[in-house]
């Protein structure tokens, strides 16, 4: 089955530190992993995509990273500020009946404290 | 160039009333996927549709919702005789293609059923 699991559900940090999201995946086949960030409220919006040949991918303060043979996904966020309160979500890209179908992790919801 | 427009951002239904739910993909947009987020969870996702085509409505619950996404205009989840279980959040994405390619979210409709 295909299916997308993020972790932990949800964390606590101060704001200045860093902090890692998880992701593990069992999605075959595979076209690609986004993270996305989403505020309360509001939908999601993307920060990373990346392919089967890529391992690392920055977006400022966000680094993702990709072991596609261990099926393992993480977000590094440096230097935590506020704004950062989100949920991040992993998504995969599945391509399934001749076209790109994402399926989504349950996601990560990240508080920064000051 | 405008992002994906969802309208309305809040709907109020009571029990069997009818709630339609309107989603503009962002321009040069032809695919637009639906989903939709219970409180505390993930995005499911419900149905992708291309101008006039359903290519995948596995995610759509077999009674009482339909969508379309016609040739002018914008694509419509349609949910009749709604029930309290329904009130959620849909989140409605748009697509220039199938592979690889960004998906952007709207900001979601919020439907509350009394």
């Known amino acids: 089955k295909n299916q997308v699991e993020q972790s932990p559900q949800s964390l606590i940090i101060l704001e200045g530190k860093n902090c890692t999201l998880q992701c593990n995946y069992t999605v075959s086949p595979f076209s690609n992993l986004r993270w996305y960030k989403q505020d309360t409220g509001r939908g999601p919006v993307s920060l990373t995509i990346?392919?089967?040949?890529?391992n690392t991918k920055s977006n400022g303060r966000y680094t993702a990273t990709l072991d596609a043979d261990t099926k393992q996904s993480s977000l590094h966020i440096t230097a935590s500020q506020l704004s950062d309160s989100a949920s991040y979500i992993c998504v995969v890209s599945h391509i399934s009946g001749g076209y790109n179908k994402l399926i989504f992790g349950a996601g990560t919801r990240l508080a920064v404290h000051p | 160039n405008a992002g994906v427009m969802q309208n309305p951002r809040h709907l109020v239904r009571r029990r069997g009333q009818e709630a339609r739910l309107r989603c503009s993909p962002m321009?040069?947009?032809?695919?637009v996927y639906w989903y939709r987020q219970l409180p505390e969870e993930g995005l499911k996702f419900m149905v992708y549709l291309q101008k006039e085509n359903i290519i995948d409505e596995s995610g759509m619950p077999k009674e009482r919702f339909s969508a379309e996404f016609p040739k002018e205009g914008p694509s419509i989840l349609r949910i009749q005789q709604v029930v309290r279980g329904d009130s959620a959040a849909y989140f409605c994405?748009?697509?220039?293609?199938?592979?690889?390619?960004?998906?952007?979210f709207g900001q979601g409709t919020r439907l509350t059923v009394v």
């Open positions: 994405a748009s697509s220039s293609q199938t592979e690889d390619t960004e998906a952007f």
């Open positions: 321009k040069g947009h032809s695919h």
């Open positions: 990346m392919t089967f040949s890529e």
